[in-house]
């Protein structure tokens, strides 16, 4: 079954500390992209991917970097981690196109301490 | 950019009752439009997605309605019952423009149906 797949599910890490957040589709998407979430805010996008090799900012990038090294995988880094990105992130995949609805992954708690 | 406006951010409602969520968004180039429901601690489902040429569409349990002249989409839950309680994302995307295929979400509802 076509699935988005995030790793880690929770994740602890120190402010300073670099951090990776995973995630594998296997839905043969073109596009994928990372949101992070919050009371108040919703969904907000921070970098997405129209293919491998691909990386755009969206809406909130400062302080996080993308890497799309193939069609299955991208990947959400922060070089250095700061307590205000403690969220919850989840990562999508959708086909080119307007019409195209998102599948999500199931999510990753970060907590910066 | 485009602009999700999601209201309310809260409802309470008594099972059996009708809910009605309501988003209004900005960019005339919209075209696509989504509802995904989020029960606590789960990720985003996909609960209906419509296109900017049909006004009424019909679910199981719920009608969403498109005014394409007020730009605003809205999801009516019918008789809704304690299952229902989630928290519910419009989303909007183009079909031309720097918005084609990006969804941009509203800020959520947080629906609570109680017996």
């Known amino acids: 079954e076509a699935a988005v797949t995030q790793s880690p599910r929770n994740k602890v890490a120190v402010t300073g500390g670099k951090v990776t957040l995973s995630c594998n589709q296997t839905?043969?998407?073109?596009?994928m992209y990372w949101y992070r979430q919050d009371t108040g805010h919703g969904l907000r996008l921070i970098h997405y991917?129209?293919?491998?090799?691909?990386?755009e900012k969206g809406d909130i990038p400062d302080g996080y970097k993308a890497s799309r090294p193939s069609q299955e995988n991208f990947s959400l880094i922060l070089e250095l981690a700061t307590p205000s990105q403690t969220s919850v992130y989840f990562c999508?995949?959708?086909?080119?196109?307007?019409?195209?609805?998102?599948?999500f992954g199931s999510g990753t708690r970060l907590l910066v301490i | 950019g485009e602009q999700v406006e999601q209201r309310p951010p809260h409802l309470s409602v008594r099972e059996g009752d009708s809910a009605v969520i309501t988003c209004t968004y900005t960019?005339?180039?919209?075209?696509?439009f989504f509802w995904y429901k989020q029960e606590p601690g789960a990720s985003l489902q996909l609960l209906m997605k419509?296109?900017?040429?049909?006004e009424i569409n019909e679910g199981q349990g719920f009608t969403v309605l498109l005014n394409k002249k007020d730009k605003r989409l809205s999801l009516n839950l019918t008789a809704a019952h304690p299952g229902d309680s989630a928290a519910y994302f419009c989303?909007?995307?183009?079909?031309?423009?720097?918005?084609?295929?990006?969804?941009?979400f509203g800020h959520g509802t947080i629906l609570r149906v109680h017996p």
């Open positions: 960019d005339p180039n919209s075209y696509y």
């Open positions: 989303a909007v995307s183009a079909n031309t423009g720097a918005n084609t295929g990006k969804l941009t």
């Open positions: 419509v296109f900017s040429s049909t």
């Open positions: 991917s129209y293919g491998a090799g691909s990386t």
């Open positions: 839905n043969n998407h073109n596009n």
């Open positions: 999508a995949s959708g086909d080119q196109g307007g019409n195209s609805d998102y599948t």
